[in-house]
């Protein structure tokens, strides 16, 4: 199994702002999350203290956050989103080969400051047992209900995933829950026989080629696509796609026609130079919003304005907002006071200490 590590390494300063952080939150008014298992910060963290987690898995219980995840609402230092509703948003993460923490990370400063947010972050299902094909938040069939959008950037290929299981990973989506699907999130749960997962994301596929810079075609008709700059990724792998599934619109392109270091051509599904989806919007049954990309191997994709930009306007097409324009801030000054949480009663506290940077650690 192949460990992935976070870059970053905390210092002692950083740990005591860790420190304090959690002690603050713990003291503010408001509906807080149970802390997780084995210790650590408070699992739920009031708006003002966004936490994206160092790791955590487990069930959600009706009504309450999956436990082990954690919370957090918009920052300090951002667009004032005072007096609207927020969006409650699950982020659900985990598995082999990739930085999660650190793509955690930039999911959530990328999209905090164009909506009013409340995070929940699930992370480190490589814990469980995938033998037996049970992830613990995915025991509810209601887990997504819970929710306004849900984020699976999870990479869990291979394992005994019975029917109900599957039909559990899609249940909320079936009701109407809106989704996003980045990169692995494509291959997970592959080793199933069952499409319900691929029939949600819109895209199968298998495999990916050997991993290079990927030149993007977007689709200046789509909404999402339109007027984005020219993009060839850092190194990224491009997904082999033999099917996709009606209601899907690509947003952004590309042909499998590089040579690996043996001079080789990847035959893809019926020979070399075929075009794929790299980047989509899928109605999902007819109506569910599902957005996704099938880049982002590794946070060098991450960290490039185009992905970002991506990630905002899939993030606004799948709320069902103009991907370019999406919510208007709350005025300076205004005062009225913040309307209920949507969703499944995420609660909401009193602000507190400025955001504190997750704790880095190591994904098995």
Known sequence: MRHVHSSRRPGNALRSLLMTTAALAALCVGTLAQAPAGGGQPAGAAVGQAQPPAGGQGAAQPGE?????????????????????????????????????GQNRIVYDVLNPVAPINWTFVLGMTNLSV??????????????TKFDLVIHNECWANGDFPPAFMQNLTGGHDRGIPAIMIHCSLHSY???????????IGITSMRHTFA?????????????????????????????????????????????????????????VNGPNETYPVAWTHLYKGGTRVFGTSLGHGNPTWETPQFRELLVRGFRWAMGKDPLVGWTPTPPGMTAPPAPAR??????GAEGAPPAAPAPGATP
């Open 65 to 101: 956050p999956a436990a082990g995840a954690r919370r957090g609402g918009g920052g300090r230092g951002g667009p004032s989103w005072a007096g609207q509703v927020p969006l409650n948003v699950l982020v659900v993460s985990g598995g082999c080969c990739h930085d999660y923490p």
């Open 131 to 144: 033998s037996q094909g049970k992830l613990p938040l995915y025991a509810d069939p209601g887990y997504a």
């Open 190 to 200: 592959r080793s199933s026989p069952l499409d319900h997962w691929r029939e949600l």
């Open 212 to 268: 290079h810079p990927i030149k993007v075609t977007w689709n200046e008709s789509s909404p999402i696509g339109k007027g984005m700059p020219e993009w060839t990724t850092p190194t990224d792998e491009l997904y082999v796609t033999p099917k996709v599934w009606p209601g899907v619109t690509a947003v952004a392109t590309a042909v499998n026609n590089q040579k690996n270091e043996k001079g080789l051509l990847d035959q893809g």
């Open 343 to 348: 969703g499944g009663g995420r609660g909401r």
